[in-house]
């Protein structure tokens, strides 16, 4: 099979993907040796499957390299993708993994005090600029974003803000930065996400993945 026949898996690096490969490896899709090797530099894996190849990125980028139809199918949070919106990505399908929320949070001791009904202005650090400005309009309150790209529990504690927009699994991380949590945004899961062109012009062949997804997450195989 030609390079550019191959379907293309865009998987999120980091610890999301320790929940991603048990339903990738469900569906059939083993990846080649160098995938679980630390020390390997390669961003392109060939699979089991001779069809598929698998590329590990960030996270966002998943949405991206799906967007623009490079890689025709991904795992992407739903944070990522409600955060882009692109109009290219079809995301069909919960994997039911990665499950967090997304959650605005101040430091406690100001919560303790604050009623966030009174809010006519916030400025918050965050890397969901469109989410958060999109949330707070929604409320007819103006945030000012800050962006940044990790460690947003930082910003209160060193006085960049008080509030942040960031995601919630366990809540060690604000408990730890002492912060608590004051709005709850969306509940947030990961999705396959398609590329729109690729699942108009390839439906057999993106129509049989999608299925063994549907089919894995079902129970109808293990
Ligand atoms: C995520 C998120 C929070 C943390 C929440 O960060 O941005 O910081 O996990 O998890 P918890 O509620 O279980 O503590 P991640 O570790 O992915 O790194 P990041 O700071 O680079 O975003």
Redesign the pocket.
């Known amino acids: 099979m030609e390079a550019d026949e191959k379907l293309i898996l865009a998987l999120p690096k980091?610890?999301i993907l320790k929940e991603v490969m048990p339903l990738v490896r469900a569906i059939g899709v083993e990846p080649e040796a160098a995938f679980d090797d630390d020390g390997s530099r390669k961003l392109r894996f060939s699979t089991n499957v001779p069809e598929i190849d698998i590329i590990r990125v960030r996270s966002f980028d998943v949405a991206t390299f799906v967007a623009f139809g490079v890689a025709h199918m991904g795992v992407a949070g739903s944070d990522v993708l409600m955060e882009f919106d692109y109009a290219e990505v079809y995301a069909p399908l919960d994997l039911g993994i990665g499950l967090?929320r997304m959650s605005v949070a101040e430091p406690a001791a100001l919560s303790a005090k604050d009623d966030p009904a009174t809010w006519s202005h916030v400025r918050v650090a965050t890397?969901y600029p469109s989410i958060t400005g999109r949330h707070f309009a929604n409320r007819g309150v103006q945030a000012e974003c800050i962006r940044l790209?990790?460690?947003?529990?930082l910003a209160p504690a060193l006085g960049l803000c008080e509030r942040i927009v960031?995601?919630?699994?366990?809540?060690?991380?604000?408990r730890a930065n002492n912060l608590s949590e004051v709005e709850t945004i969306a509940e947030i899961s990961s999705r396959l996400a398609i590329n729109r062109t690729a699942w108009k012009t390839r439906p057999t062949e993106i129509g049989t993945w999608l299925h063994r997804f549907r089919e894995v997450l079902d129970g109808d195989t293990a």
């Open positions: 980091g610890r967090c890397k790209s990790g460690a947003i529990e960031d995601l919630v699994s366990s809540g060690d991380t604000l």
